[in-house]
């Protein structure tokens, strides 16, 4: 009997971007079910809580049958053993990407070589495109629009940023 491919896309989505969400849609036509896995991270003093993001990424995703939105902590190779997962899926937007990504792939591989990191590149539109320069760009007055879905937009606008929200 075949198994369902089964991919963790695992990452902080503070905020989901229009960059996420073209790697997901990539990826829930590549595998047979794509988990995107928030990360619980009590060091970082994130935006938006890890419910918040939860509901926004099930919200978007609402009409994608094979994309699950979950949250995990400890290794993510773990969690993937969990899930049953044979890949983590990791977009690439510039070589920038490149020295962090390959140190975590491989570090990855070494914990559980069952595990393969696929990486996917988002459309050329979103290259520039990441949740720390949204968050900037909205608490010094600027627009977001088409870079992060609508309702990222309005729960930006809910919060209220100001200058004073952005850290040295
Ligand atoms: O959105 P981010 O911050 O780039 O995502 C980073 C993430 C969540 C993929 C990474 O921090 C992670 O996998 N954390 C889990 C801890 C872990 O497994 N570390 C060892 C392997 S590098």
Do not use: C
Not at 95 to 101: A, H, Q, R, T
């Amino acid at each position: 009997m075949k198994s369902d491919r089964i991919a963790i896309y695992p990452g902080s989505f503070d905020p989901l971007t229009n960059g996420h969400v073209d790697i997901i849609q990539r990826g829930s036509r590549l595998f047979d079910r794509i988990v995107v896995a928030i990360l619980l991270n009590i060091e970082k003093s994130p935006l938006f809580t890890v419910q918040e993001r939860v509901d926004i990424a099930r919200e978007v995703f609402r009409e994608y049958p094979n994309v699950e939105v979950d949250t995990f902590d400890g290794l993510l190779v773990e969690y993937a053993r969990r899930k049953h997962a044979s890949a983590i899926v990791r977009g690439l937007r510039a070589i920038s990407d490149f020295e962090y990504e390959m140190q975590m792939a491989l570090m990855n591989r070494h914990l559980n070589p069952d595990v393969e990191t696929v990486f996917m590149m988002p459309a050329e539109t979103y290259t520039y495109v990441s949740s720390r320069l949204v968050k900037e760009v909205v608490a010094l007055g600027g627009s977001v629009t088409n870079l992060v879905p609508s309702l990222v937009e309005s729960r930006l606008r809910e919060k209220r940023l100001g200058r004073e929200t952005l850290r040295a």
